[in-house]
Nanobody
Framework: QVPLVESGGGSVQPGGSLRLACAASGYTDTSYCLAWFRQGLGKEREGVASHNAYGTKSYADSVKGRFTISRDNTKDALYLQMNSLKPEDTAMYYC???????????????????WGQGTQVTVSS
C-alpha cells in the first residue's frame, strides 16, 4: 500500500491559518474513510475531522467552526483548512485511512488501518 504523506504544517501566530494536505493515492475509493488526527506533546492522539466516502464530515468539538476537511478523489488528496488557530492546536497532525465500507463511525484510533508520518503545526506568538 502506498503510504499516506502529509504536508503543509508550519509555525503560525494565534489567529492565523494553515492548510494541510495528505497525498492519499489508493485510499480515495468507496472503501475508505479518511481522517485527520493530532497529538500534542504529552497528550494522547485525538481525532480532529473525518470525511467518509459519501461526503459526510465530522469534527471534534474543539475545532468545529474553525477547521474544514475536504476530500478530492480526482487528486487522491485529503485537506484540512485550519483557521483561527489557537496555541492549543499545536500538535503533530496525522492523516489516517480506515478500510471497510467507507463510513467513519467516530475517531477510534484502533479502527484506522493506515497512518502517515505526520506534519507539525505550531501556534505561538
Amino acid at each position: 500500500q502506498v503510504p499516506l504523506v502529509e504536508s503543509g504544517g508550519g509555525s503560525v501566530q494565534p489567529g492565523g491559518s494553515l492548510r494541510l494536505a495528505c497525498a492519499a493515492s489508493g485510499y480515495t475509493d468507496t472503501s475508505y474513510c479518511l481522517a485527520w488526527f493530532r497529538q500534542g506533546l504529552g497528550k494522547e492522539r485525538e481525532g480532529v475531522a473525518s470525511h467518509n466516502a459519501y461526503g459526510t464530515k465530522s469534527y471534534a468539538d474543539s475545532v468545529k467552526g474553525r477547521f474544514t476537511i475536504s476530500r478530492d478523489n480526482t487528486k487522491d488528496a485529503l485537506y484540512l483548512q485550519m483557521n483561527s488557530l489557537k496555541p492549543e492546536d499545536t500538535a503533530m497532525y496525522y492523516c489516517a485511512a480506515k478500510r471497510g465500507d467507507g463510513l467513519c463511525g467516530g475517531f477510534n484510533r484502533a479502527d484506522y488501518h493506515y497512518w502517515g508520518q505526520g506534519t507539525q503545526v505550531t501556534v505561538s506568538s
